[in-house]
């Protein structure tokens, strides 16, 4: 029986980095991985400032950024009232320094690799940084001692068995997570509400940065990113991704020609380069996250709507944390469940509000008149437009005052359904006819 420091189930992008900054520190990290690398994923791969800011604190960032388009400004238009901007660079220092003590690598860029380029990159990074990489190896089941998980076991595609033990495991193995399975971890909060999203890869369109718009209950994104394509989303509820499919890709169009014209010219003149992706719901939920000698990291411990693009940068951030507080522990400067628990409370504290305000904005309403007016006076203001989508982005505190739940205060919109009198996009698709 093999034995480590820590092991880590899944190699993505809360695991890889995880491992790379354990082994960094000199410890023993076996990290695997069911799938070989480079491989793709179901993924809207955006990456916020905030979260190139862990790749460049982290050394990597340069690798990815010379491949992947990057900017600062970026546009976000609710009902037509466009805010465009930047994110603040002193918001993300002091964000920084709140949560880890330094500002190191803050920066005000964003961009969005494919996943095909950013996992590669941190699965290279942790076996440099002297991590025990096995690809092709899937988790079976926890090896436990006195009731108490101290180690995996696993097995490869030839079928060989694998048995290791350390003092921790870290499940990062994504929000369909064996290990949290296997650990019993218990599911404490679950918000069913959230959006589909359907998206492609289209070569030919000259636009710059981000742009996402919302009109009704339908919104779409778009940018740049790291093959010479464009990622070019398009969501809405859930409840309607039955009358979206029916037609997928005239649905894809029509969503585009309602929420953002001007791109959606540019997509008809335009060459997808491979089929449509798509996820037709996305129910968010929390997960009991730490045990004695195990913890559960990015959408293992915690799944959210892609309607703000947060998963990798959060993803990051868990990295960052998690591999501080074990660390400690495993110094002996203090017990490994008190680690674990500090571990809980600062995230916690770092996520509840903006997990709340995700599950809020994947409701997907219809904006009342008064929010409506203030995101007009938001547009009309550009420190305040930059921290708008700070707060968007998840580097100025949520609560976020331009967000409101209740569709029933819209002065113009009916609210009975998909009636002949309803506007199409509001209380029924555009697609729908």
């Excluded at 014209?261 to 003149?269: F, K, L, P, Q």
């Excluded at 203090?334 to 997990?355: C, K, M, N, Q």
């Excluded at 700070?390 to 819209?410: R, V, W, Y």
Aim: hydrophobic share 40%; glycine share 8%.
């Amino acid at each position: 029986m093999e034995r480590f420091d820590v092991i880590v189930v899944g190699a993505s992008v809360s695991g890889a980095p995880t491992a790379m900054l354990l082994a960094r520190r000199g410890y023993k990290v076996l990290l695997i991985d069911r799938k070989h690398f480079p491989r793709d994923t179901l993924s809207t791969h955006f990456i916020w400032p905030r979260g190139v800011s862990y790749l460049k604190r982290w050394g990597i960032a340069d690798s990815i950024l010379s491949e992947t388009p990057h900017f600062t400004r970026m546009e976000v238009s609710v009902e037509g009232i466009s805010i465009v901007g930047s994110i603040p660079l002193p918001a993300i220092e002091q964000r920084f320094l709140e949560l880890h003590g330094d500002s190191v690598g803050a920066t005000n860029t964003y961009c969005g690799p494919r996943r095909l380029l950013l996992d590669h990159i941190l699965v290279k990074a942790a076996a440099t940084a002297g991590a025990d990489i096995r690809e092709g190896v899937t988790f079976t089941r926890p090896i436990t001692e006195n009731s108490k998980i101290i180690g995996i076991q696993a097995v490869t595609e030839q079928g060989a068995q694998l048995q290791a033990t350390a003092p921790v495991v870290i499940g990062a193995d994504g929000r369909f997570s064996q290990f949290a399975k296997a650990v019993r971890a218990e599911t404490i909060d679950y918000r069913e509400t959230s959006t589909f999203a359907y998206f492609g890869y289209f070569s030919g369109i000259d636009k710059q940065g981000l742009t996402i718009r919302n009109r009704g209950r339908l919104g779409t994104a778009i940018f740049p990113t790291s093959d010479g394509t464009h990622m070019v989303l398009a969501y809405g509820p859930s409840a309607w991704w039955d009358h979206f499919r029916r037609d997928p890709e005239a649905s894809f169009l029509r969503t585009y020609d309602f929420c953002d014209a001007d791109s959606a010219e540019r997509i008809r003149t335009s060459k997808r380069e491979e089929p449509f992706k798509a996820c037709g719901s996305m129910p968010a939920f929390q997960r009991a996250n730490i045990g004695d000698s195990w913890a559960l990291i990015g959408d293992a411990g915690s799944f959210k709507d892609q309607v703000t693009a947060m998963g990798i940068t959060h993803a990051f951030r868990d990295a960052e944390l998690i591999s501080f507080h074990i660390d400690r522990a495993l110094r002996g400067e203090i017990p490994l469940g008190e680690a674990l628990r500090t571990y809980r409370t600062v995230r916690s504290g770092d996520y509840e509000a903006y997990f709340n305000f995700v599950c809020r904005v994947a409701e997907l309403n219809v904006r009342p008149r008064e929010e409506l007016a203030a995101i007009l006076d938001v547009s009309r203001n550009q420190q305040r437009a930059d921290e708008f989508l700070a707060q968007f982005g998840d580097t100025l505190h949520i609560p976020m005052p331009a967000i409101s739940p209740h569709l029933s205060e819209h002065p113009t919109v009916a609210t009975a359904g998909c009636t002949k009198d309803a506007v199409p996009g509001y209380d029924c698709p555009p697609y729908s006819n």
